[in-house]
């Protein structure tokens, strides 16, 4: 079955920084890749995904890239603020099934 | 739209009971998924269905539990009896119509404390 693996597990930075997270899959057949936040006591939403017909994708202070050949995706903060601090998991997708495979999470903190 | 549904948001039982965990996915939805999270394990997937149909259950942790949708607005985890190892906040999911890249939606989730 399909395999996420994350990095790092914990990253802090300072506010206006950027953060970066990084993933990688094992199933070349992954072509979906969501990634969700979650704070604390809350449950996880989605922020932003990518599909494998696409190389990147923005959304304001967020973008996500991905590169098939070498199987690993990542997500970008830009200009980071306090709110931006929560836990941060990535996941990948087969094309026709439903089931998701998350990664182990990052947990992201924004230093004032 | 109310979104996922999840009852109850917190239980405390004693280790041995049976506890039942309810969800009412989004209207419309087609597919359910239960989730498990601790600190340990983290976001663990146990089962999802497809129509009311169990496609998954390889990540049921043991016989102890068991998991029904006996319609497309209403779906339950039962774990009997229960151990304190049981303890940690179990979420639902649903999503749309099937194919690529449909967004799971997440319940509030129950957290479960068996005592």
């Known amino acids: 079955g399909e395999n996420v693996e994350q990095h790092p597990s914990t990253l802090s930075v300072q506010e206006g920084d950027s953060a970066v997270i990084k993933c990688t899959y094992s199933?070349?057949?992954?072509?979906?890749f969501p990634w969700y936040k979650q704070e604390l006591g809350k449950r996880p939403q989605l922020i932003i995904d990518?599909?494998?017909?696409?190389g990147e994708k923005k959304d304001q202070r967020i973008a996500v890239t991905l590169n098939k050949t070498a199987k690993h995706f990542s997500l970008h903060i830009t200009e980071t603020q306090p709110e931006d601090s929560a836990v941060y998991f990535c996941?990948?997708?087969?094309?026709?099934?439903?089931?998701?495979?998350f990664g182990t999470g990052t947990k992201l903190q924004v230093i004032p | 739209d109310a979104g996922v549904i999840q009852s109850p948001r917190h239980e405390v039982t004693e280790m041995g009971q049976e506890v039942t965990l309810r969800c009412k996915p989004i209207?419309?939805?087609?597919?359910l998924f239960w989730y498990r999270q601790t600190m340990m394990r983290g976001l663990e997937l146990l089962i999802y269905?497809?129509?009311?149909?169990?496609?998954?259950d390889s990540g049921m942790p043991e016989d102890r539990f068991s998991a029904k949708m006996p319609n497309a607005s209403f779906s339950t985890l039962k774990i009997q009896p229960s151990e304190p190892r049981d303890s940690a906040v179990y979420f639902c999911a649903s999503s749309g119509r099937g194919g690529v890249g449909d967004t799971q939606y997440f319940g509030p989730g129950t957290r479960l404390t068996v005592l």
């Open positions: 269905f497809n129509n009311n149909v169990p496609i998954d």
């Open positions: 209207s419309g939805h087609n597919s």
């Open positions: 996941a990948a997708s087969i094309s026709s099934y439903q089931k998701v495979t």
């Open positions: 990518i599909r494998s017909n696409v």
């Open positions: 199933d070349s057949a992954s072509n979906y």
